[in-house]
């Protein structure tokens, strides 16, 4: 079993940035590919970003390529977005999810989902 704990959303003005943190429990953090995905109101979960087990790969959505940057800490077992120029647009509930299988756009492939925390990108 892992727990997800995400952290560090909050309210930001267009332009800004925010860093959100996703804390995993358990020993076998390293062994997991991480992803970032989000849902909007109204909306359906849409992927953000991905980064597999060693950091090595990363992936991201056309939307957020640029901006966002995606990273882990093994050690630490904690998976990070760094969100720089936010929009609007990005306003969403973030969620991290952790899976043993690399697929970095498909929902089903990860096994444990977080919480959520709330972004909100005011105009």
């Known amino acids: 079993q892992v727990q997800l704990v995400e952290s560090g959303g909050g309210l930001v003005q267009a332009g800004g940035s925010l860093r959100l943190s996703c804390a995993a429990s358990g020993r076998t953090f390293s062994s997991y590919a991480m992803g970032w995905f989000r849902q909007a109101p109204g909306k359906e979960r849409e992927f953000v970003a991905a980064?597999?087990?060693?950091?090595?790969?990363?992936y991201y959505a056309d939307s957020v390529k640029g901006r966002f940057t995606i990273s882990r800490d093994n050690a630490k077992n904690t998976v990070y977005l760094q969100m720089n120029s936010l929009k609007p647009e990005d306003t969403a509930v973030y969620y991290c999810?952790?899976?043993?299988?690399?697929?970095?756009?498909?929902?089903?492939?990860?096994?444990?989902w977080g919480q959520g925390t709330q972004v909100t990108v005011s105009s």
């Open positions: 999810a952790a899976g043993l299988i690399w697929g970095p756009t498909t929902q089903s492939l990860y096994d444990y």
């Open positions: 980064i597999s087990w060693s950091g090595g790969s990363t």
